[in-house]
């Protein structure tokens, strides 16, 4: 690959852009999906994080490892969804990923590794999807709709939606913008 232009090279690396994570929508031998309960928020979440300066893919390899000890392999593509900078402080793009585990991996032998995940488990689809968080659930609907045969999805989470959200769990007021007119 060739070197950028050094001038290009300096305004990318001093540029604000937004954080990246990247997520697996994994599935068992019976279809049941993988989720994880992380220690530092409320809800079960898909496997994954925060990208550290890397491609998403490779971030996705790299936490699941961290967090559960297994190595994935990233398939394709199947949701991006772009996390505006009122939900969490600074703008995400968050990529869903199919992810698939060589060999066979029970429930029961799901262990987390780094101490930022509760537990690891194997869930029939509905039920998976009524334990995530709104915001998580919408992506991880639009990736289980590309996985069954839609085009991969660019979401966007609405920053009223998501505004609501966050003062909701955080005991203030809707704000007016939030509200339907």
Known sequence: MDSPAPQLARYLAEHPAPAA????????EQGRILLVDPVYKDGWDLPGGM???????????????????????VGRLLAVDSVPATVYGRTILAFVYAGHLPGDHASSALLPQDGEIRSARFLPEREALELLPPLLRRRVAAALAAE????????????????????RRVGATTTRCCRRR
């Open 21 to 28: 994570a990247a997520d697996a929508l994994i599935r068992d």
């Open 51 to 73: 990208a550290e300066d890397e491609e998403p893919a490779s971030a996705l390899v790299r936490e699941v490892g961290e967090e559960l000890g297994l190595t994935v392999e």
């Open 148 to 167: 069954r045969g839609s085009p991969p999805s660019a979401a966007r989470t609405p920053r009223c939606c998501a505004m609501d959200t966050v003062r």
